[in-house]
């Protein structure tokens, strides 16, 4: 299990001012991989992000899970459920180049992988 948490603290540069307002001021990540068995595998993370007030990004929690199924050594088999709890939510996508914020849809889907 891993968890992790940020704050971001209030110090601010002079030059800019507003370090507070185009980051989220609190994140919180919970992610656990649990083997079920030697083939089977079942994976949750759960995220938090507090709203950025400068892109007018609401705060959001959302979850994704996979599980896996491992017939052989080198194949898996699994599914994948992204952004539970909700329809969409906005995230921003940082970046050198500026961007607009991203709607990141709930989605479900299955695939293969074989590993030779």
């Known amino acids: 299990m891993q968890i ?11 030059g800019t001012g507003a ?12 992610r656990s991989n649990y083997d079920l068995s030697e083939k089977l595998q079942f994976n ?18 959302t979850m994704d ?7 052989a050594k080198d194949i898996e088999l699994f599914v994948v459920g992204q952004n539970l709890f909700s329809q ?3 995230e921003f996508v940082a970046d050198i180049v500026p961007s ?8 479900i889907y299955a695939g293969a992988q074989w590993r030779f």
Request: no cysteine; hydrophobic share 35%; glycine share 4%.
């Open 65 to 71: 899970t996979k599980l896996v199924f491992k017939p």
């Open 44 to 61: 949750v993370w759960l995220r938090y992000t507090s709203d950025i007030s400068y892109y007018q990004i609401p705060g959001y929690v």
């Open 88 to 90: 969409n939510h906005r």
């Open 19 to 30: 370090a507070d307002k185009i980051n989220p001021q609190h994140q919180f990540s919970l």
């Open 4 to 14: 992790s948490a940020s704050q971001l603290a209030k110090k601010v540069d002079p």
């Open 100 to 107: 607009a914020a991203a709607f990141i849809s709930r989605g």
